[in-house]
């Protein structure tokens, strides 16, 4: 990885970055329509996929069914990254973790999710056929990763050593809190004298 002479970083070509900007592309230069017939092929297809891996097998077939799990966790991942891409969802604040933090701050609540996730399907594995926990693990593996991942301009600002900004404006805000609360919390300083006293006679 390196910057070019412009000192930009130019995400490799079909890596996660190139692939996902692809994608939005082609949802951007669908109308309405096409986004809807695209979206219920697909979303037929990853069903197909995942009620394929929940019927009976033979032996030396089982390894087919978390396999069948994998297109079809993929295919819901694209599905759900095109939705909230070319909806208003992407103004909602849950699907906005990688403009509001930094990818540090990024870290822990979406291995929060995971963790969540991962723990809902140990839970329900005895009702959850294997093809189907495959296809929703490969789908928030998937979701976690782009999550997590820098964008070209963090990259940049990181292989160039300058910090991410978001940190200093957390920061400030912070400490504004902090400030404001142990403000707050000290107790006026008073004279001792009640409110309304007169002074007579000559100071000094």
């Not at 403000?183 to 100071?203: L, M, N, S, V, W």
Request: aromatic share 10%.
């Amino acid at each position: 990885m390196s910057l070019n002479e412009a000192g930009e970083y130019i995400p490799p070509k079909l890596g996660f970055e190139d692939l996902t900007s692809r994608l939005y592309d082609f949802v951007d230069n669908l109308d309405t329509n096409k986004r809807v017939v695209y979206g219920i092929i697909w979303f037929v297809i990853a069903a197909a996929l995942m009620v394929a891996a929940t019927l009976p097998l033979p032996d030396y077939l089982t390894f087919v069914s978390p396999v069948v799990g994998i297109p079809a966790g993929f295919i819901l991942f694209v599905l759900g990254l095109s939705l909230i891409h070319s909806t208003n969802l992407q103004t909602w604040g849950l699907f906005q973790l990688k403009e509001t933090l930094p990818p540090r701050k990024r870290v822990t609540p979406t291995m929060l999710g995971v963790a969540a996730v991962l723990a809902l399907l140990i839970v329900c594995s005895s009702w959850i056929p294997v093809g189907v926990g495959g296809a929703i693990a490969v789908a928030t593996a998937l979701t976690a990763y782009n999550i997590i991942r820098r964008t070209p301009y963090e990259m940049e600002l990181a292989m160039k050593g300058i910090p991410d900004p978001r940190d200093y404006i957390e920061e400030e805000e912070e400490y504004t809190e902090d400030y404001s609360e142990e403000y707050e919390a000290e107790p006026e300083e008073t004279t001792g004298f009640e409110e309304g006293t007169q002074f007579k006679g000559r100071i000094g």
